[in-house]
């Protein structure tokens, strides 16, 4: 990571910090990425926040209702394919 030795901002008084450019180009941090401010010995540190919270299988197994006899793997892929040749059907 080439960069400067030391880059300084400033806290507005709202709080607020600008990250220099470069480093927001570097990493990708458009306007709107959500990070995750994390306390270190060393000082602040700035992670992008994960898209999704973590879940646990167990969390959304068998969230949606489903009444009858339960499917089997050729019987989801055909309805998978089935659907798949609806969709194509349409375009």
Do not use: Y
């Amino acid at each position: 990571m080439a960069q400067p030795d030391h880059l300084i901002t400033t806290v507005s008084t709202k709080g607020q910090v600008i990250l220099p450019k470069a480093i927001r180009q570097q990493r990708n941090w458009d306007a709107g990425t959500r990070l995750i401010v994390e306390e270190t010995p060393e000082g602040v540190l700035l992670k992008r926040a994960p898209a999704f919270s973590s879940t646990e299988p167990s969390a959304v197994f068998g969230m949606l209702p489903f009444s009858g006899e339960p499917k089997s793997l050729e019987d989801m892929e055909a309805g998978v394919l089935a659907e798949a040749r609806r969709h194509h059907d349409c375009n």
